[in-house]
């Protein structure tokens, strides 16, 4: 069982800061600010449109497995451009979906063209972990017995 829940809650609940990089970034300066942030993944955005994602998988398959230069290659090279987004009425349960099925980690949240948020598998697991403690207090308080 999965509990119920939006990105919406989980967005008003962790914050919606979104980290971000240019994609005439270098890769060695988009896995700096994955490492200053302690992130996994960074939006590429080029004004106020996102153009694609970058993240430490991306790097390692992308760059250091092939040998290239972190510090000449640019974000653009090799970032992911098919992203797969959501909205922040979409489920908790759609989004574990989406992320199984597609074998990624994040997705940012948007509303039309404005970035929203991002969130992470980490994230929804937390949501869920959180919603079941909640479950299985209040069936133990149903259980036992309300205190007099």
Not at 27 to 47: C, H, P, R, T, W
């Amino acid at each position: 069982m999965i509990p119920t829940g939006t990105i919406s809650e989980i967005l008003l609940h962790k914050g919606n800061t979104v980290w971000s990089v240019h994609p005439d970034a270098t890769v060695f300066e988009a896995i700096q600010v994955m490492a200053d942030k302690n992130v996994g993944a960074l939006l590429v955005v080029e004004g106020q449109k996102l153009v694609g994602i970058i993240s430490e998988r991306d790097y390692t398959r992308k760059v250091a497995l092939k040998g290239k230069s972190s510090k000449e290659l640019k974000v653009r090279e090799i970032l992911s451009d098919r992203v797969t987004q959501v909205t922040p009425a979409h489920t908790v349960e759609e989004c574990m979906r989406l992320m199984t099925e597609n074998r990624i980690r994040h997705l940012p949240v948007l509303e039309g063209d404005t970035i929203k948020g991002v969130i992470s598998i980490g994230d929804l697991v937390n949501w869920i972990i959180s919603a079941q403690t909640t479950t299985i207090r209040q069936l133990e308080t149903y259980i036992s017995g309300y205190p007099t």
